[in-house]
């Protein structure tokens, strides 16, 4: 069975300002589709942030690729 994983850019803006980035991120995920939500919602859970404001995914793609987290 194949391994997928999600590549992507992001962007997380927080209510009391600032925010970060990330570039070419990469995750694991079960099946071949993650939506932007749900990918928002797990960098959020996984990366513990607080008091997040909008957060914006792009340049989704999915890849064939070994899992990497045991």
């Given at each position: 069975?194949?391994?997928?994983r999600?590549?992507?850019?992001?962007?997380?803006?927080?209510?009391?300002?600032?925010?970060?980035?990330?570039q070419?991120?990469?995750?694991?995920?079960?099946?071949?589709?993650?939506?932007?939500?749900?990918?928002?919602?797990?960098?959020?859970?996984?990366?513990?942030?607080?008091?997040?404001?909008?957060?914006?995914?792009?340049?989704?793609?999915v890849?064939?690729?070994?899992?990497?987290?045991?």
């Amino acid at each position: 069975m194949a391994e997928h994983r999600v590549v992507f850019d992001f962007e997380v803006d927080f209510s009391n300002g600032g925010g970060i980035q990330g570039q070419e991120f990469r995750l694991d995920i079960e099946g071949t589709d993650i939506s932007d939500a749900e990918l928002a919602d797990y960098i959020v859970r996984d990366m513990r942030l607080l008091m997040v404001g909008a957060v914006r995914i792009v340049k989704k793609r999915v890849i064939e690729e070994a899992h990497k987290r045991v």
